[in-house]
């Protein structure tokens, strides 16, 4: 099962020249990015490997990208169901292209990040 306090550390150590710092808040952890936008990551308390990650871009874009594993009914029809990704906004939903585990779908979506970041100064 995964921890945060593992998230965290992959955040800080493996991701550090994206991750500016972390902080604890509630239920879940907030990695601020050296862009300023942030990452929530939620793990549920109840339900073991049950996950979200968003990521909220602070541009003029104000774009948001989500994975998470929550089984919304809404997404049945997803191949990957219930995993699923809110690819830059709530309403374009599309097939999971993260690993299912959660700490592997979270090194995943980090260099997803990394990409996006990189090619947005590029």
């Known amino acids: 099962m995964a921890r945060l306090e593992d998230l965290k550390r992959i955040a800080e150590?493996?991701?550090a020249d994206i991750v500016k710092s972390s902080i604890l808040i509630d239920h879940k952890?907030?990695?601020i990015l050296k862009d300023n936008?942030?990452?929530d990551v939620y793990l549920s308390q109840r339900l073991t490997?049950?996950?979200g990650f968003h990521?909220?871009?602070m541009d003029e874009s104000r774009t948001f990208y989500r994975y998470d594993n929550f089984p919304d009914r809404r997404y049945q029809n997803i191949t990957t169901y219930p995993f699923h990704f809110h690819?830059?906004?709530h309403n374009l939903i599309?097939?999971?292209p993260f690993p299912s585990a959660p700490i592997?779908?979270?090194r995943a979506l980090l260099e997803f990040i990394r990409i996006k970041l990189k090619s947005a100064v590029d």
């Open 13 to 15: 150590v493996e991701f």
């Open 29 to 31: 952890m907030r990695f």
């Open 37 to 39: 936008s942030f990452l």
């Open 94 to 96: 599309e097939p999971s």
């Open 104 to 106: 592997d779908g979270f």
């Open 49 to 51: 490997d049950k996950f």
């Open 87 to 89: 690819a830059g906004s």
């Open 55 to 57: 990521w909220e871009c």
